[in-house]
């Protein structure tokens, strides 16, 4: 999905999890300005699963920035 806004039903939520683990992505680049453009209502409200899973399964390596580079956590 291109947004969060876009993957904020539950099952788009599995679906970028899914997605996460099968193709055994190991960095992330997360945005602390975490708030959508549509309405401004932060993307952990909007997507929290897809954010537990995230900050569950991945630890912070640098902040550049208002982005922290987050690798898995195997």
Known sequence: YFTSYEASPLYAQYKN????????INYIV??????SIQDGVPNYIRTPLLHKFIFN???QTVKIG???ILRRDH
């Open 17 to 24: 999890i899914d997605y996460i683990n099968k193709n055994k």
């Open 30 to 35: 997360y945005n602390l300005k975490n708030y």
């Open 66 to 68: 208002e982005f922290l």
């Open 57 to 59: 399964n991945y630890l």
